[in-house]
Nanobody
């Protein structure tokens, strides 16, 4: 089991950029596939991105492809999400999540450990 704490959320104007982070502790960070999900009020949790254990492979949800970049630092035990060209529809609580195995799953049910979330609000 790994403990996850997100940070870096905030209020950003449309078209702006922001990087959020997820610090991991209590487990072997490099043994986990890591993912970002988001949930807006009244909507289901949505897959944003996932990254392989060593960071060589990544996958993205269609709504963020080309604008967001997921990365990780296995020395610092930290996951990142660089978000560019932000849109009001990106407004949500962003969660990082961890799963064992190798599959870069987009299904939230396959992730076993979750952070508490960080709020991103994009103003128009």
């Amino acid at each position: 089991q790994v403990q996850l704490v997100e940070s870096g959320g905030g209020l950003v104007q449309a078209g702006g950029s922001l990087r959020i982070s997820c610090a991991a502790s209590g487990g072997t960070f490099s043994s986990y596939v890591m993912g970002w999900f988001r949930q807006a009020p009244g909507k289901e949790r949505e897959f944003v991105a996932a990254i392989s254990r060593k960071g060589a492979y990544s996958s993205y949800g269609d709504s963020v492809k080309g604008r967001f970049t997921i990365s990780r630092d296995n020395v610092k035990n930290t996951l990142y999400l660089q978000m560019n060209t932000l849109k009001p529809e990106d407004t949500a609580v962003y969660y990082c999540a961890a799963r064992q195995g190798t599959n870069l799953s987009a299904a939230s049910s396959e992730y076993t450990d979750w952070g508490q979330g960080t709020q991103l609000t994009v103003s128009s």
